[in-house]
């Protein structure tokens, strides 16, 4: 039998390939929510993404080569991004000092503005989780965060800022809380996070 998990009738006996195809079907969902939004503002999927990453992200990752890293882009792609986020006005380019041919993405008045408002395209896939009930939806964090660190591992996808691929994290044993050596403190399920600032590789 063909065990793939959209032949059907290997998928209706088999609990994980139900959850793959769910999943693939809520991948569906965020491109159609995305295209919505780019054919709205007259802007391409990536260039939405690019504005919402540099809304939130900090200087040092505001740059070319993380850019093209954090979504698994050559850097040519993503240069032809930003250039045209230039030409539309959305970004600005802060060239450093100490080498010219360097520069970090600013956006622009325009583009904080556009940033925000696209940053919202999920708004109709909220509705659904914010309607689960706690245990639910801390259970499902930590599904996601073990199927995120799985495909970090494999190199299906590299940058990844989450608690579980942090050097500050200590993994819990024995019915302990989660802890944070960084900030020295125990954390809550609901307090792991899937995009931290301070976050440090685990190697």
Sequence with gaps: MN???????????STESKIIASL????????????????????????????IFLLHHSDEKRKVSYLAQEFNMTKATISDTIKTLELKGLIEKEYEPQDSRSYIIQLSPTGKIMAEQTSMFTEQLQIPIDNL????????????????????HSGVITIQRMCVTCTHYKKPEKGEPHFCNLLNQNLATKDLRIDCPEHLLLV
């Design 133 to 152: 009930s706690s245990d639910d939806k801390e259970n499902l964090l930590l599904s996601l965060f073990n199927i995120i660190q799985h495909l970090n």
């Design 3 to 13: 065990k793939s998990p959209f032949n059907l009738s290997h998928q209706n006996q």
């Design 24 to 51: 693939e079907r809520i991948s569906q969902v965020f491109r159609v929510l995305l295209w919505n939004e780019s054919k709205e503002h007259s802007l391409s999927p990536i260039q939405i993404q690019v504005l």
